[in-house]
């Protein structure tokens, strides 16, 4: 315990899944957590599990994020989890469906590190430890490609690269920048793919066996699994870890 204190943490999409667990956990360590969704609702019981503060917010919309930004002020973490996982090759994507996934998955990101960056350069010089962004790309598709992800995998390859030019440009300023690439982790969104399947297949059954088969493992991620990779990154202890990328999918990648 303690391994966040003293330090302030945003983090996007945090209202379900990998994004609640990951404040809940940066909460536990200590941190001062500012945790935001598209749906705000959904946020509800984190302040009850010590985050400071819970937001409404659309990281679609660029002047929506600064005014939050300047609002939360300067932070030392930031958690970029916001993402959307479209289904189809190439011939079932359409211009509109690229247009969206990039958008969300990849331009909201670079949305919430342009307006947090100036401050977490101040915080960490002042403060003599490097602040920490963390983004949630994907072992399942920005790893290695698997069927019916195309834009998906396009999107979340890019928040690699994104994540490793971060990590370039600020390597000695400041700032670490690292990725997560989860597997197949349980949540509501992942439980509604599992329904959708499951229609499709005839047996919800079926469709769940075929997300557990795909995992060596034989199961599927918890989201406090990857909360626990996240709040490493967040902390002083991986101090000398910037532009990795974490495969933390169960051997998927193998």
Not at 17 to 46: C, N, P
Not at 62 to 70: D, P
Not at 159 to 174: E, H, M, N, S, Y
Not at 224 to 253: N, Q, R
Request: glycine letters at 10%; charged letters at 25%.
């Amino acid at each position: 315990m303690g391994r966040l204190e003293g330090k302030r943490a945003f983090l996007t999409a945090a209202g379900q899944g990998i994004g609640r667990a990951a404040a809940e956990a940066f909460a536990r360590e200590g941190a001062e957590v500012i945790a935001t969704d598209v749906d705000a609702t959904k946020l509800h019981g984190l302040e009850a599990a010590g985050v400071a503060r819970v937001e409404g917010l659309n990281v679609l919309d660029t002047e929506a994020v600064n005014r939050l930004a300047e609002s939360v002020g300067a932070i030392d973490v930031l958690f970029n989890c916001a993402g959307y996982v479209h289904h189809g090759t190439v011939l079932e994507t359409s211009e509109k469906d690229w247009d969206f996934s990039f958008d969300l998955n990849v331009k909201s990101m670079h949305r919430t590190i342009s307006a947090f960056m100036p401050g977490m350069l101040e915080r960490a010089s002042t403060r003599g430890a490097a602040s920490s962004i963390v983004n949630i790309a994907s072992g399942a598709s920005s790893v290695r490609g698997i069927p019916n992800r195309y834009v998906y995998g396009a999107s979340k390859a890019a928040v690699i690269g994104l994540t490793k030019a971060i990590a370039a440009d600020f390597i000695r300023k400041g700032v670490r920048c690292n990725a997560i690439c989860p597997g197949t982790v349980r949540s509501p969104s992942w439980e509604e793919r599992v329904e959708a399947l499951g229609r499709d297949l005839g047996s919800k059954d079926k469709a769940l066996e075929m997300f557990v088969q795909r995992q060596p493992m034989g199961r599927v991620g918890e989201p406090e699994e990857i909360a626990a990779v996240a709040v490493h990154l967040a902390a002083d202890e991986s101090a000398f870890t910037t532009g990795i990328i974490i495969s933390a999918d169960g051997g998927f990648s193998l």
